[in-house]
């Protein structure tokens, strides 16, 4: 899965689609990103989404909560100095979306707009469940990724709505600290409406963590990491199977890593600490991140790439229990990173943000001192382990992938089972479950749960052909906690292949029809995505 970046190693002159089973099918001329000039572009910031006043609350109609108006619609922007303008879908006028600045327990409404063209400008597979020759190509409905809302705002899959239509959403807001994400959520079209620009944050803060005093204001970014598949003119490219009538690649590989909508940008930044919010929005890839000096201004061996140190304080959910010191950070999709990286000792220095091998984009440290009074406590928020007494119900629930003769993916499946059979998941409100994840397959897959935050148990590798035929669980090794990174509150966990992963969960907040389903948006495209529903006890 997520191969190296294929157009980073050069020379390249067609886009190619690899499959981690051998598929390759060539298109468009690509761009070769090693012809661009680097760190041309300053890091652009999402805008801050505004209010257009208030209205009355669906929860209670004595109250008024904010109103926002967020329009999904077609624009353009440059994603680097020499390229011409891409075409994307966006929320808003800019790419990604505008950036939610919320706070727990302060709920707001949003009526999410779709004012987007009527045809789609990616290739849209009808074969693919929910995507047939019927239904309308264009569609979209939005959901927010790690928010507790009701069923009727959850976005689910089948809600979606038409060009000229909008949606109404409640997000009560009664929940910690974290950056959220919204996004599209469209049934057998999801990856691409995503691809194609559809997403942005929402970050909730609270008391506990203002009182932690990290790095805020203007010291405090968001990373919004995607990568995409660019041609020489710089429009994207979504790959397609060597089949046109059944398009759906099983994963993509873009040869330009974005920033916030820049290919290499560049920030400046004070010797200081900064907060970055980290999130891996691409549809397959996942990010192996280190920071390193500029060889050019590291010593006069040349050869010197020094992993720096930095500090991760939070995951998903929101803060871990105390800062992860780490060179190398891996982030699968869905996933958030929340960091603090010191610039303090490179004052006058040059640092890049790698992907593997790869520059991803470049910090330019200031030499002039700068005054700094945050922190990075020691001690960030108490995230106690959910015993695993508390459970009522464990769950086996495997992960499949279905090939055909010649080896290609052609459909991946949750426990067998496709979206449109009967719900087999019913958790009771309130009540605590393990979901034990059994992945046969040679890939990670990036698991999600709507609507709850879980904790991970462990990983253990276990004989996947005696589960198959005996559906006998031996394990290999001992069994994995959790990375300390991964130690506070998840909505995402990668379920690594030939293991076993246990999530421990607790079901609160609402009844009703959730989702659950693999964050590699091909996979949960093509039908690794279940609901379940949360029923009363
Ligand atoms: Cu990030 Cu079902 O979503
Ligand atoms: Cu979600
Ligand atoms: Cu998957």
Redesign the pocket.
């Known amino acids: 899965m997520a191969a190296g970046l294929a157009a980073g190693k050069g020379g390249l002159m067609n886009a190619m689609s690899h499959s981690s089973m051998g598929q390759a099918v060539s298109m468009a001329p690509a761009l070769d990103v090693n012809t661009l000039a680097q760190f041309v572009d300053l890091l652009p910031l999402p805008p801050i989404a505004k209010p257009q006043g208030s209205r009355p609350s669906p929860a209670d109609a004595k109250l008024s909560v904010p109103f926002y108006r967020i329009q999904a619609q077609a624009v353009t922007s440059k994603v680097h100095r020499d390229l011409p303008p891409t075409e994307f879908w966006s929320f808003g006028s800019s790419t990604p979306g505008p950036t939610f600045e919320t706070r727990s327990g302060e709920p707001l409404l949003v009526e999410w707009v779709n004012a987007l063209p009527h045809q789609h400008f990616l290739p849209v597979d009808h074969t693919i469940h929910g995507a047939e020759p019927d239904k309308p190509t264009v569609r979209t409905v939005v ?1 927010m ?1 790690g928010a507790k809302a009701g069923p009727e705002s959850d976005g689910y899959p089948d809600d979606w709505i038409v060009p000229g239509k909008s949606a109404l959403y409640y997000y009560p807001n009664q929940q910690d600290a974290a950056m959220l ?1 919204y ?1 599209d ?1 469209a049934i057998g079209i999801n990856r691409l409406n995503v691809y194609a620009g559809l997403f942005g944050t929402f970050l909730i803060r609270d008391g506990v963590e203002d009182a932690l005093n990290l790095p805020k204001g203007k010291y405090e970014l968001p990373l919004l990491l995607y990568d995409r598949l660019l041609t020489r003119d710089g429009q994207l490219l979504y790959p397609v199977s060597p089949d046109p009538k059944s398009p759906w690649v099983p994963e993509i590989s873009g040869n330009a890593i974005l920033v916030n909508g820049k290919l290499f940008p560049y920030l400046e930044v004070e010797p200081r600490k900064y907060r970055f919010r980290v999130l891996n929005a691409s549809n397959s890839r996942f990010y192996h991140l280190s920071l390193t000096e500029s060889p050019s201004h590291s010593s006069t061996t040349g050869a010197q790439t020094k992993e720096l140190e930095f500090h991760q304080i939070g995951t998903d959910q929101g803060l871990l229990p105390a800062p992860v010191p780490l060179t190398t950070l891996e982030i699968a999709p ?1 996933e958030r990173a929340d960091l603090v990286v010191d610039f303090s000792e490179y004052r006058g220095t040059h640092l890049v943000l790698k992907n593997d091998a790869f520059v991803v984009m470049q910090f330019r440290v200031s030499s002039a001192k700068a005054a700094d009074s945050s922190a990075l406590p020691r001690e960030l928020v108490p995230v106690p382990k959910i015993p695993e007494s508390q459970a009522v119900q464990t769950r086996l629930l495997t992960l499949n992938e279905y090939v055909n003769k010649a080896g290609n993916p052609v459909m991946l499946l949750l426990n067998g089972m496709h979206w449109g059979e009967p719900i087999t998941e019913k958790p009771v409100l309130g009540s605590t479950e393990i979901w034990t994840l059994i992945n046969p397959t040679n890939d990670s897959h990036p698991i ?1 749960l ?1 609507l709850v935050r879980f904790q991970i148990l462990d990983r253990q590798s276990y004989v996947p052909w005696l589960f198959q035929t005996k559906r006998q669980l031996q394990f290999l090794g001992p069994a994995q906690p959790p990375e300390p990174n991964e130690a506070g509150w998840k909505d995402t966990v990668r379920a690594d292949p030939h293991m076993v992963t246990r999530i421990i969960v607790p079901f609160t907040g609402f009844t009703g029809r959730y ?1 659950w ?1 693999c ?1 590699i948006l091909e996979h ?1 495209d093509n039908e690794m995505m279940r609901p379940y529903e949360v029923v009363a006890g």
């Open positions: 959901h990724h994400w996004h959520h869905a999600h709507h989702v389903h964050h949960e």
